[in-house]
């Protein structure tokens, strides 16, 4: 087979041309085959291979909303190079609305994965065996768990320049340093050699216009630095320069009750302002979250109820000039 031709589960897709994959995941009870498409677009220029996926947590549907309107746009079709873009790779998950798998697994949690193990754990072989081997960079969407809603924000290693310049491209208000988890996607590609950009932006259950603007405009940016965006699109800079965020902490509910934060999520807030308040339904009790420390708050729990030792607002405690 010649060089340039990408073959990807027995289809060969030669320089020029556009095909859908399909990976058959499994069945489901019912017998009916549940599969996940994988979009390939390839210019006849050589160039770099990007992959972009989303969806590896099946309820974190903005991240699956910035990789259908790349798609939907055309950005993913590229100058030069290839691109290969997987909206959804917790299918399961994105059918049920449910972070995790049917067998309970984490598929961030698996690997690179096992063909002979859970579920998740072939999928997640599956990326890594068919997909990665053919990749030079690639960038995962995600969004915040739960209630907690993130500031959209590129996540590195620290001390790695390559990924540091490509951050600053992609043009997020926040860079977070942040350790690659054990047996995560990310971790994983660290490991194959792969330099990944991990995006988080917004909530679960929730599509945030400026956060899918954000990751959108962000891999227009990145494929524009590498080449491959087509002329016909224009890139816009970045209304701010990213923050950098070296050290951070979790700001922890003191108390159970009915919370509501006052503060605006990316704001820079100083040490000892109020952040919002918690209360008792019955109007006796009212406590007043104080910040510890000046810093930018990236994250923030929008639930209307909270319980002592929630997770309530993540805050820098350090940032790099």
């Known amino acids: 087979m010649p060089k340039d031709i990408l073959n990807i ?14 990976f058959e ?12 498409p994988i979009i390939i677009e390839r210019s006849k220029q050589p160039g770099p291979t990007v992959l972009m996926t989303a969806g590896i947590h099946g309820d974190e549907v903005n ?3 910035i990789v259908r309107q790349i798609i939907a746009k055309g950005i993913n079709k590229p100058k030069i190079g290839t691109t290969i873009c997987v909206p959804v790779i917790n299918v399961f998950g994105f059918l049920n609305m449910d972070r995790l798998f049917p067998d309970g697994r ?6 690179p994965g096992n063909p002979k193990g859970s579920l998740a754990s072939r999928v997640a072989n599956f990326v890594m065996t068919e ?16 209630d907690r809603f993130n500031a959209a924000q590129i996540r590195i290693v620290k001390d790695n320049p390559k990924l540091t310049e ?10 977070y340093y942040s350790q690659n988890l054990n047996k995560s996607f990310r971790n994983a590609c660290d490991k194959a050699g792969i330099p990944m950009l991990l ?3 917004g909530k679960s259950f929730n599509i945030h216009n400026t956060i899918t603007n954000t990751g959108v405009n962000g891999a227009k940016r990145v494929l524009h630095h590498l080449g491959m965006l087509r002329s016909k699109y224009k890139v816009s800079q970045p209304k701010v320069e990213a923050v950098v965020i ?18 605006n999520i990316n704001a820079f807030v100083n040490k000892g302002q109020v952040l919002g308040n918690i209360t008792d339904p019955y109007g006796s009790f009212n406590y007043f979250v104080k910040s510890p420390n000046a810093g930018y708050i990236f994250n923030v729990n929008e639930s209307p109820i909270i319980y002592q030792g929630d997770a309530i607002f993540h805050i820098s405690t350090e940032i790099e000039d």
């Open 106 to 111: 984490d598929l961030n949690r698996v690997f």
């Open 131 to 146: 997909l990665v081997p053919h990749v030079d960079f690639s960038m995962d969407f995600h969004t915040g768990g739960s």
């Open 25 to 36: 995941v499994a069945k489901l009870h019912t017998r009916n085959t549940l599969a996940v």
């Open 199 to 201: 995006f988080e932006g």
């Open 63 to 65: 991240g699956v909303e």
């Open 166 to 175: 490509l951050a600053h491209v992609f043009g997020a208000p926040f860079i």
């Open 246 to 263: 070296k050290d951070s902490k979790w700001l922890r509910a003191k108390y159970s009750g009915m919370f509501k934060a006052t503060v």
């Open 9 to 22: 589960l027995g289809v060969e897709v030669a320089p020029g041309k556009s095909t859908t994959v399909t």
